[in-house]
C-alpha cells in the first residue's frame, strides 16, 4: 500500500515550494497548485530510491487526475448546477493506528448525497482501503490528485463537496499564517512513509482556484480540524447558539480567501480537540461522531440554514459526550501513544469556517 510511487524524487515547486514528485529521469515538472513549472538541472545527479516491490507504474510528469477518474460532468440540460464530490474514508487497517467507523462514515456520505442533494453517483469519487482501483486508495498522491480533480473546470453554478474521515493531526508552522504556531493535517493511508497533506496546501488546492458563483462545501472528520481549510473566518458559536466570526486571516497578509468563488467547512473539532470514532451514537456500528452528527442534523429537519446545522451537530454530542468519551479517537497522537482511548478526557465541539462572513441563521444550507 505505501509502495506505489515509492521511485518518484520529491522536489519543491519554484514557486509555491508544493512538494512535487518527479519521475525518474524527468528534467521539469509542472505543479498542479499553481501551475509553474519546476526544472532540475541535472537529474541524474539525483540517486534515486530503490523500487518497491509490486510497485505500480509511476504517473508521467504532468500530476493530471487518472484516466479512469473520467472527466468533469458534462452541463445540466437548461444550464442546472453541475454537482462533483469526492469522499475519502481512511481505516489504517493493521496499524496502531486503526479506526473503525471511517468508511462507514465514506459510504453514509454518498448515499446522503445522492439520495438527498442529486448528486450523480458518476461524478463522485471514493477513496477507500476497500476500492480495487489503485488511483482509488488514500494515499497521499490519490488524495491530492482527487482534490485537484474536483476544482478542475469548474463554473459558475457548479456544487463541490469535499468529505474527510480519518486521521487528522498537527506540525510546526514556521512561515507565521498560524496564530497557534501550527498548520493542521490530513493522514493519508500512506502518511508514515509520505507525510500528511497540510492546510497551505489544502487551501491552495481546493479554496483559492474558485471563481465566482462555485460552491465548495468541506466536511471534515477528523482531530485538529477546526481550520482545516485554513478559511479566513471561524463561527465562534456558544451553547447558546450565540455566535460571532473570528478573522483568522494570516498575520503575514496571505491571501488565504477565493478567487470570487465561496468555501464553507464543517468539522469535527475546533484545532486544539480530538474528534470521536465511535459506536455510542448510531448505537449499531462504528461511526465519526461528527459525520454522523451533520447527517442527522439533516435527516431530522434541521438542515435549513448553517447555524441550524452547526447547533444540532454540538446538541447531539453534547447528549451522548459522556458515552462517546469513553470510546476511541481519532487523534494521530493519541492512538499511537494510548493505542485509541483516553477515557473521560474526549471533549470535541463541530467547527464551522467561511471564506466570507454571513448570518448563518439567515443563509439557507444547500448542496
Given at each position: 500500500m505505501f509502495g506505489p510511487y515509492a521511485t518518484m524524487m520529491l522536489i519543491n515547486c519554484s514557486h509555491c515550494h508544493t512538494p512535487l514528485q518527479l519521475p525518474p529521469g524527468a528534467s521539469s515538472i509542472?505543479?498542479?497548485i499553481c501551475r509553474a513549472i519546476t526544472y532540475v538541472s541535472d537529474p541524474r545527479s539525483v540517486p534515486t530510491p530503490p523500487s518497491a516491490p509490486h510497485s505500480l507504474p509511476p504517473p508521467g510528469p504532468a500530476p493530471r487526475?487518472?484516466?479512469s477518474w473520467g472527466l468533469a460532468p458534462p452541463p445540466m440540460p437548461g444550464g442546472g448546477r453541475r454537482k462533483k464530490a469526492v469522499i475519502c474514508g481512511i481505516t489504517y487497517r493493521n496499524t496502531r493506528s486503526e479506526l473503525k467507523g471511517c468508511i462507514n462514515d465514506a459510504k453514509c456520505m454518498k448515499y446522503l448525497l445522492i439520495n438527498r442533494f442529486g448528486f450523480p453517483e458518476s461524478s463522485i469519487i471514493m477513496l477507500t482501503e476497500d476500492e480495487r482501483d489503485p488511483y482509488k486508495i488514500p494515499t497521499k498522491h490519490?488524495?491530492?490528485?482527487?482534490?485537484?480533480w474536483l476544482v478542475?473546470?469548474?463554473?459558475?453554478?457548479?456544487s463541490l463537496v469535499f468529505h474527510y474521515s480519518g486521521h487528522g493531526s498537527q506540525q510546526r508552522d514556521y512561515s507565521g499564517e498560524e496564530a497557534d504556531g501550527y498548520d493542521e493535517t490530513l493522514c493519508p493511508v500512506d502518511f508514515q512513509t509520505q507525510g500528511m497533506i497540510v492546510d497551505d496546501e489544502i487551501n491552495a488546492t481546493m479554496v483559492r482556484p474558485l471563481p465566482r458563483?462555485?460552491?465548495?462545501?468541506?466536511i471534515i472528520d477528523a482531530c485538529h480540524s477546526g481550520t482545516m481549510l485554513d478559511l479566513p473566518y471561524l463561527c465562534r458559536m456558544n451553547r447558546s447558539g450565540q455566535y460571532a466570526w473570528e478573522d483568522h486571516r494570516p498575520r503575514n497578509g496571505a491571501w488565504k480567501g477565493t478567487s470570487g468563488g465561496e468555501a464553507i467547512s464543517f468539522s469535527g473539532c475546533d484545532d486544539d480537540q480530538t474528534s470521536a470514532d465511535t459506536s455510542a451514537l448510531s448505537g449499531i456500528t462504528s461511526t465519526g461522531a461528527m459525520t454522523y452528527c451533520f447527517i442527522q442534523a439533516i435527516e431530522r429537519g434541521h438542515g435549513t440554514t448553517y447555524g441550524s446545522i452547526l447547533n444540532s451537530m454540538r446538541s447531539t454530542i453534547r447528549s451522548t459526550g459522556d458515552a462517546i468519551s469513553g470510546g476511541p479517537v481519532t487523534s494521530l497522537i493519541t492512538m499511537l501513544l494510548t493505542g485509541g482511548s483516553m477515557p473521560g478526557t474526549l471533549r470535541q465541539e463541530p467547527q464551522?469556517?467561511?471564506?466570507e462572513m454571513f448570518d448563518v441563521y439567515a443563509k439557507p444550507f444547500s448542496l
Open positions: 509542472r505543479c498542479a487526475p487518472p484516466p490519490n488524495i491530492r490528485m482527487a482534490m485537484y478542475q473546470g469548474c463554473q459558475p453554478g457548479d458563483g462555485v460552491t465548495l462545501h468541506a464551522l469556517t467561511s471564506n
